[in-house]
T-cell receptor, first 118, second 113 residues
Framework: DARVTQTPRHKVTEMGQEVTMRCQPI?????VFWYRQTMMQGLELLAY????????DSGMPKDRFSAEMPDATLATLKIQPSEPRDSAVYFCASGFTVSGGRTYNEQFFGPGTRLTVL | SQQGEEDPQALSIQEGENATMNCSYKTSINNLQWYRQNSGRGLVHLILIRSNEREKHSGRLRVTLDTSKKSSSLLITASRAADTASYFC?????????????FGKGTLLTVNP
């Protein structure tokens, strides 16, 4: 049963610390998305990659957030330094998209990382 | 700004009743998707309806799409307690690449046994 996996599932840290979240997309998927979900803002897209290349990170605070995809089986989201306002659930999702034309891509979500910054 | 907006924000019904949730969006789309999120879990894709379709069924789910009104509805028939979840509509980004989806803030459905 193919699934998106995320680690850690929960993270509690202190303000100023570095946080790294990891995601393993479904094998064969070529597009990976990072979302943040809060009660106030709902689900926000932070960044996404296609064929490991970053396509859009306009939703991400550039000064402290960074997203990478070192290989096809691993995507990372890093926050340095973390702040209390970063407390949220971070979701990774993957899907398969076809270049050119208009695609109809379903996204498969991981279970999320619940981050609490004290 | 939000592309899709669900209505109502919360809905509480009794088991066996039907639940209807609505979604309005702003710009033209080529498809609209509905997702479900159980508490503490990731979103799960339910159904996709293309812009040239008016209605689509999947089990107890029925989705309609009215492109002239820029709205969609999700009907869950004969609801069960296990249907308790948040339901989101999602639409492709209006500009540039079509790989992104924008999600609404969701409708929280509670089905009481």
């Amino acid at each position: 049963d193919a699934r998106v996996t995320q680690t850690p599932r929960h993270k509690v840290t202190e303000m100023g610390q570095e946080v790294t979240m990891r995601c393993q997309p479904i094998l064969g998927h070529n597009t990976v998305f990072w979302y943040r979900q809060t009660m106030m803002q709902g689900l926000e897209l932070l960044a996404y990659f296609r064929n490991r290349a970053p396509l859009d990170d306009s939703g991400m605070p550039k000064d402290r957030f960074s997203a990478e995809m070192p290989d096809a089986t691993l995507a990372t989201l890093k926050i340095q330094p973390s702040e209390p306002r970063d407390s949220a659930v971070y979701f990774c999702a993957s899907g398969f998209t076809v270049s050119g034309g208009r695609t109809y891509n379903e996204q498969f979500f991981g279970p999320g990382t619940r981050l609490t910054v004290l | 700004s939000q592309q899709g907006e669900e209505d109502p924000q919360a809905l509480s019904i009794q088991e066996g009743e039907n639940a209807t949730m609505n979604c309005s969006y702003k710009t033209s789309i080529n498809n609209l998707q509905w997702y479900r999120q159980n508490s503490g879990r990731g979103l799960v894709h339910l159904i996709l309806i293309r812009s040239n379709e008016r209605e689509k069924h999947s089990g107890r789910l029925r989705v309609t799409l009215d492109t002239s009104k820029k709205s969609s509805s999700l009907l869950i028939t004969a609801s069960r307690a296990a249907d308790t979840a948040s339901y989101f509509c999602a639409t492709p980004n209006s500009g540039g690449s079509n790989y992104k989806l924008t999600f609404g803030k969701g409708t929280l459905l509670t089905v009481n046994p």
